[in-house]
């Protein structure tokens, strides 16, 4: 079976710092993989997905970025964290189907507090 | 891109009765529409989906009609019990299609 492991759960930092949020998936090859982040309250917002290593799609321009240095990696992460920054981080995943989006399946998440 | 509306944003019902949330989208070629549950500090999960073949699909307790010509879609859920409560989204194809685009979110709290 498959599984999704994002880390670390809980972060904070403070303004100006760096980012690194890991997450892997095990159980599956050539996964499209998602980042989305939630701020308290609010909804999802797409902010890269991947559909295979070294192929990023930015949908918001930002402070932010992300990599796909193998497989079943994917990283965020920023050089220099703002307050807005702040939010529930989610990976999540999807088996390839072409050009159709399907289930997505997500991790438990990470909180990010930037003080 | 993709423009999904979800309402209400919040929904109160006691324990037994029936909750439906309801969803527009904007682009007329999309043709998958799942939701999601989420409880509270963990990622969603998927709760039902429906493709645009078809009009109506129920699992249980909780169905999913899909009105194309109107674009909007709703989650129904019957007899209502206190795991219900949690915030749940609806999503359309978005980001290239690839990926989803997700609505704002309903807190559904079911009420003892």
């Known amino acids: 079976s498959q599984t999704i492991h994002q880390w670390p759960a809980t972060l904070v930092q403070p303004v100006g710092s760096p980012l690194s949020l890991e997450c892997t998936v095990e159980?599956?090859?050539?996964?499209?993989l998602y980042w989305y982040r939630q701020a308290a309250g609010r909804g999802l917002q797409l902010l890269f997905y991947?559909?295979?290593?070294?192929?990023i799609s930015s949908e918001v321009p930002q402070n932010l970025s992300a990599s796909r240095p193998q497989d079943r990696q994917f990283i965020l992460s920023s050089k220099k964290l703002l307050l807005s920054d702040s939010g529930f981080y989610l990976c999540?995943?999807?088996?390839?189907?072409?050009?159709?989006?399907?289930?997505?399946?997500f991790g438990e998440g990470s909180r990010l507090t930037v003080l | 891109g993709e423009n999904v509306e979800q309402h209400p944003s919040t929904l109160s019902v006691q324990e037994g009765d029936s909750a439906v949330i309801k969803c527009t989208y904007s682009?007329?070629?999309?043709?998958?529409f799942p939701w999601y549950k989420q409880e509270l500090g963990k990622g969603p999960q998927l709760i039902i989906d429906?493709?645009?073949?078809?009009g109506e699909k129920k699992d249980q307790r909780i169905a999913v009609t899909l009105n194309k010509t109107a674009k909007h879609f709703s989650l129904h859920i019957t007899e209502t019990q206190p795991e219900d409560s949690a915030v749940y989204f609806c999503?359309?194809?978005?980001?290239?299609?690839?990926?989803?685009?997700f609505g704002s979110g309903t807190r559904l709290q079911v009420q003892p």
């Open positions: 999540a995943w999807s088996f390839t189907s072409g050009s159709v989006a399907g289930e997505l399946f």
């Open positions: 159980g599956t090859s050539n996964p499209n």
């Open positions: 991947s559909v295979g290593i070294g192929q």
């Open positions: 682009d007329s070629a999309s043709n998958y």
């Open positions: 429906i493709r645009s073949n078809v």
């Open positions: 999503a359309v194809p978005g980001g290239g299609r690839r990926a989803l685009t």
